[in-house]
């Protein structure tokens, strides 16, 4: 049975399908992770920004791989279709909190929501 319990410090993937019913042009796909007050944390998109799937018209499954360097607590995750409409590039489709998780067990060296210091240590300086 799937759990929204992450462990801190684990790999996870998440995903998503699109089934698309009609031709999308300059395709990317996004997830963003934010906390309970809306604050974004971080996220990514697929292919990077500089680029883009110049034409889409099957279904699709997205996957992200990332690492859970969270700190303790609750996380609501986005995910995103961008495309080209008409003249501008928008979402083609989004679903805001499509996935709520559940950190726990975080890194001791944590000072804030993300860990960024891999290890820490000291010595004699004269």
Known sequence: MPS????????YYYSYCV???E????VN??????????TKIGGGVYPPRASSIELLNTSIKVSFKFLCNLADGYY???AGIEAQLGEKKGYAHRILDA?????INQSSIMTSIVKIVEEAGYEEWK
């Not at 929204?4 to 790999?11: L, V």
């Open 19 to 21: 089934k698309v019913t």
């Open 99 to 103: 996935y709520m998780i559940k950190v």
């Open 76 to 78: 609501f995750f986005n």
């Open 4 to 11: 929204n319990n992450f462990e801190h410090g684990k790999q």
């Open 29 to 38: 796909m996004y997830f963003l992770i934010k906390k309970k007050d809306g």
């Open 23 to 26: 031709p999308l042009h300059n």
